[in-house]
Antibody
Framework: QVQLVESGGGLVKPGGSLRLSCAASGFTFSDHYMSWIRQAPGKGLEWVSYISDSGGSTYYADSVRGRFTISRDNAQNSLYLQMNSLRAEDTAVYYC?????????WGQGILVTVSS | IVMTQSPDSLAVSLGERATINCKSSQSVLYSSDNKNYLAWYQQKPGQPPKLLIYWASTRESGVPDRFSGSGSGTDFTLTISTLQAEDVAVYYC????????FGQGTKVEIK
C-alpha cells in the first residue's frame, strides 16, 4: 500500500532553515507528481508546492516562492522541501502527498515550528 | 483561484442529510475534456485528509455511497445522504484546475 513518511521537522528560529524529507513506498514513485501541503495549527489546508514526475518542473504558492525549494530523488524514492528564511507564519504540519488525478494519498505530516 | 465553502460549520442529526457548498472564483470546468477539476476531502482530528470525490462527482475507491458530489463550473455541493457518527469531520473542497487551492473547510457535527 502507499506509504509516505515525512521527517526533518522541528523547532527553528525566524530566519532559519530546515529541510524536510519524505520517503515513499508502495507505488512507482517516478510515475507521479508529488506535493507538499501544510496546515497551520487549528487552521485549514494550504498547498505549498509540487514537482513533476521527472523533477523537471516545479510550482510554488506565492507565500513561499523564493524561500522554499522542492526537489526529488527518484532513485531513492524521496521528496524534499528546503525551507529558508522561515517566518512565524510558516509554523504548520507539513504533509507530503502523492498526485494522481489530484492529491490522492497523504503522509501523516511533520510539525515545523518557527519561534524564537 | 479562490475557493469559498459554506457553511463554516453545521450540526446534523444522525441519519439526516448534510449538504456542504463550495464556490470557486472562476470556472474549474476544463473545456477540452468537459471535466470539473474539483475534489472533496474529509479530515478527522489528528489525521491527514482523505480523498472522497474527484472530477466533482466521482467517488474514490472504497468511499461509501452516502457521499456524493455535484455541480459544475463554479458551484459545487458535497452531500452526505444519511449522516453516520463516523462522518464527524472537517470537509474541504479543492480545485486542481490550476495548481491547487482548498476551501476554508466545513466542520460537520452531530446535533
Amino acid at each position: 500500500q502507499v506509504q509516505l513518511v515525512e521527517s526533518g521537522g522541528g523547532l527553528v528560529k525566524p530566519g532559519g532553515s530546515l529541510r524536510l524529507s519524505c520517503a515513499a513506498s508502495g507505488f512507482t514513485f517516478s510515475d507521479h507528481y508529488m506535493s507538499w501541503i501544510r496546515q497551520a495549527p487549528g487552521k485549514g489546508l494550504e498547498w505549498v508546492s509540487y514537482i513533476s514526475d521527472s523533477g523537471g518542473s516545479t510550482y510554488y504558492a506565492d507565500s513561499v516562492r523564493g524561500r522554499f525549494t522542492i526537489s526529488r530523488d527518484n532513485a531513492q524514492n524521496s521528496l524534499y522541501l528546503q525551507m529558508n528564511s522561515l517566518r512565524a507564519e510558516d509554523t504548520a504540519v507539513y504533509y507530503c502527498a502523492r498526485e494522481k488525478v489530484t492529491t490522492d494519498h497523504w503522509g501523516q505530516g511533520i510539525l515545523v515550528t518557527v519561534s524564537s | 483561484i479562490v475557493m469559498t465553502q459554506s457553511p463554516d460549520s453545521l450540526a446534523v442529526s444522525l441519519g439526516e442529510r448534510a449538504t456542504i457548498n463550495c464556490k470557486s472564483s472562476q470556472s474549474v470546468l476544463y473545456s477540452s475534456d468537459n471535466k470539473n477539476y474539483l475534489a472533496w476531502y474529509q479530515q478527522k482530528p489528528g489525521q491527514p485528509p482523505k480523498l472522497l470525490i474527484y472530477w466533482a462527482s466521482t467517488r474514490e475507491s472504497g468511499v461509501p455511497d452516502r457521499f456524493s458530489g455535484s455541480g459544475s463550473g463554479t458551484d459545487f455541493t458535497l452531500t452526505i445522504s444519511t449522516l453516520q457518527a463516523e462522518d464527524v469531520a472537517v470537509y474541504y473542497c479543492q480545485q486542481f484546475y490550476s495548481t491547487r487551492t482548498f476551501g476554508q473547510g466545513t466542520k460537520v457535527e452531530i446535533k
